[in-house]
């Protein structure tokens, strides 16, 4: 991979160059706004920057957004005004030369006292910041769990023992044979409402070990806004704190596409395209998946991203959703029109054009991976859920059709 850079328009534009084994030319935007473009093989230098001059346009654009949404996000490095979060409130980094180490935070900053010899040493400073939140989490999640383990005594007989680590796509664990939950570190930068849930989600999980709605029913108990604050944790502090660092750019961009969509049209019913996954086990029953949003039987599938193709939203959904890694998937039929009608719990409605794809060949475990699902269990065809949303029914008469056939 190397940098290039092409004059487009007078203006400049940077961008690393990586030729692969792929039929087509590729640009990814990163999201400190890098452009990274893959290319064939035999592909010339002129024809890949004849392509970024094709979509200058769309690269200044999609910058913009990217930078729009990630304005408020935290800086990875660590050094004089780096912006960090603390309990949900951004704050600037002052790094202060100092005979031994301490941290103190006031209303704007976080006072980092360094010993003078390590006063320019990043790797230093952040191990040091690390143990002060570690410290101080400690402290306040020991609070959090005593104070609930009392609420939640039927559920959890003894206070469990606390575990702060780092964990890349987490906020919190919980493991009851050791009487022990497991804290993200990064969990102290989110507002103290949000710590809360995340510890009554996983002290919850010392009664039910899954996400079922029994589970849900306690958390709720405790947490009656549950719903909220788990939206805004894993929507914007999944992102300014950089919990998963390498996010999809095209997801975030999709993200926005919709937010900005609804803003004017409202709760309309929008277009969109998705796929359906009939997943078939060695019985020959599909898998269904009871969804958290309608609380009713469903197949895994979703939305399509902007610039993903259907087949790589298949792989992408069977994934994220139940645990399970595509091998090799078919399409059998192609829906549009009234009969993929839906509405929301939310009030949001859409029309879709749907793929719909037959899948045997997979391999993992299947485990309930997201927050979309509550369960799964596996029918054969001649036995139809009974709780489906009338658009999932009208998919499952068209699937019925095809075999039988």
Same mark, same amino acid.
């Given at each position: 991979?190397?940098?290039?850079?092409?004059?487009?328009?007078?203006?400049?534009? +940077?961008?690393?160059?990586?030729?692969?084994?792929?039929?087509?030319?590729?640009?990814?935007?990163?999201?400190?706004?890098?452009?990274?473009?893959?290319?064939?093989?035999?592909?010339?230098? *002129?024809?890949?920057?004849?392509?970024?001059?094709?979509? +200058?346009?769309? #690269?200044?654009?999609?910058?913009?957004?990217?930078?729009?949404?990630?304005?408020?996000?935290?800086?990875?490095?660590?050094?004089?005004?780096?912006?960090?979060?603390?309990?949900?409130?951004?704050?600037?980094?002052? @790094?202060?030369?100092?005979?031994?180490?301490?941290?103190? @935070?006031?209303?704007? &900053?976080?006072?980092?006292?360094?010993?003078?010899?390590?006063?320019?040493?990043?790797?230093?400073?952040?191990?040091?910041?690390?143990?002060?939140?570690?410290?101080?989490?400690?402290?306040? +999640? &020991?609070?959090?769990?005593?104070?609930?383990?009392?609420?939640?005594?039927?559920?959890?007989? /003894?206070?469990?023992? #606390?575990?702060?680590?780092?964990?890349?796509?987490?906020?919190?664990?919980?493991?009851?044979?050791?009487?022990?939950? =497991?804290? /993200?570190?990064?969990?102290?930068?989110?507002?103290? *409402?949000?710590?809360? +849930?995340?510890?009554?989600?996983?002290?919850?999980?010392?009664?039910y070990q899954d996400h079922s709605k029994k589970f849900y029913i306690l958390v709720e108990r405790y947490i009656?806004?549950?719903? #909220?604050?788990?939206?805004?944790?894993?929507?914007?502090? $999944?992102?300014?704190?950089?919990?998963?660092?390498?996010?999809?750019?095209?997801?975030?961009?999709?993200?926005?596409?919709?937010? $900005?969509?609804?803003?004017?049209?409202?709760?309309? %019913?929008?277009?969109?395209?998705?796929?359906?996954?009939?997943?078939?086990?060695?019985? $020959?029953?599909?898998?269904?998946?009871?969804?958290?949003?309608?609380?009713?039987?469903? !197949?895994?599938?979703?939305?399509?991203?902007?610039?993903? =193709?259907?087949? /790589?939203?298949?792989?992408?959904?069977?994934?994220?959703?139940?645990?399970?890694?595509?091998?090799?998937?078919?399409?059998?039929?192609?829906?549009?029109?009234?009969? =993929?009608?839906?509405?929301?719990?939310?009030?949001?409605?859409?029309?879709? @054009? =749907?793929?719909?794809?037959?899948?045997?060949?997979?391999?993992?475990?299947?485990?309930?991976?997201?927050?979309?699902?509550?369960?799964?269990?596996?029918?054969?065809?001649?036995?139809? %859920?009974? $709780?489906?949303?009338? !658009?999932?029914?009208?998919?499952?008469?068209? #699937?019925?059709?095809?075999?039988?056939?």
């Amino acid at each position: 991979m190397k940098e290039c850079c092409i004059t487009i328009n007078e203006n400049e534009l +940077y961008y690393y160059l990586e030729k692969k084994k792929i039929k087509n030319i590729n640009i990814r935007i990163k999201t400190d706004g890098k452009i990274f473009l893959s290319c064939p093989l035999k592909i010339k230098i *002129e024809q890949a920057e004849k392509f970024l001059i094709q979509k +200058y346009s769309w #690269i200044i654009k999609h910058q913009k957004m990217i930078k729009e949404y990630f304005k408020d996000s935290e800086d990875k490095d660590f050094k004089e005004g780096s912006k960090k979060y603390f309990l949900g409130k951004l704050y600037k980094l002052k @790094i202060i030369p100092s005979k031994n180490n301490n941290i103190k @935070i006031n209303d704007e &900053n976080i006072n980092l006292y360094i010993k003078e010899k390590y006063i320019q040493n990043q790797n230093y400073v952040e191990k040091y910041y690390e143990k002060c939140l570690k410290e101080i989490s400690y402290k306040l +999640y &020991n609070k959090l769990v005593i104070k609930y383990q009392n609420q939640m005594i039927k559920y959890v007989k /003894n206070i469990p023992q #606390i575990e702060i680590k780092k964990l890349k796509t987490r906020w919190g664990s919980c493991n009851p044979m050791m009487n022990k939950v =497991t804290f /993200n570190l990064s969990l102290i930068k989110t507002p103290i *409402e949000l710590i809360e +849930y995340v510890v009554v989600h996983e002290l919850a999980h010392f009664q039910y070990q899954d996400h079922s709605k029994k589970f849900y029913i306690l958390v709720e108990r405790y947490i009656p806004n549950w719903k #909220i604050r788990r939206k805004l944790l894993n929507s914007k502090y $999944n992102i300014v704190i950089w919990l998963n660092i390498n996010i999809n750019e095209r997801r975030v961009i999709y993200m926005n596409y919709c937010e $900005n969509l609804r803003k004017y049209v409202g709760h309309n %019913p929008i277009l969109t395209a998705g796929t359906i996954l009939v997943v078939f086990n060695e019985k $020959n029953e599909i898998l269904m998946q009871l969804r958290s949003d309608y609380k009713q039987w469903g !197949f895994p599938g979703g939305g399509l991203e902007l610039g993903e =193709t259907l087949e /790589n939203t298949a792989k992408r959904e069977l994934e994220e959703e139940t645990g399970l890694i595509l091998d090799s998937l078919k399409l059998i039929d192609l829906v549009s029109g009234e009969e =993929t009608y839906r509405e929301y719990p939310n009030g949001d409605k859409l029309y879709d @054009i =749907t793929a719909i794809y037959e899948i045997t060949a997979y391999h993992g475990n299947l485990k309930i991976n997201d927050d979309e699902s509550l369960d799964f269990k596996w029918f054969s065809l001649d036995n139809e %859920p009974t $709780n489906m949303p009338d !658009f999932m029914r009208n998919y499952w008469k068209r #699937i019925e059709k095809y075999y039988k056939s």
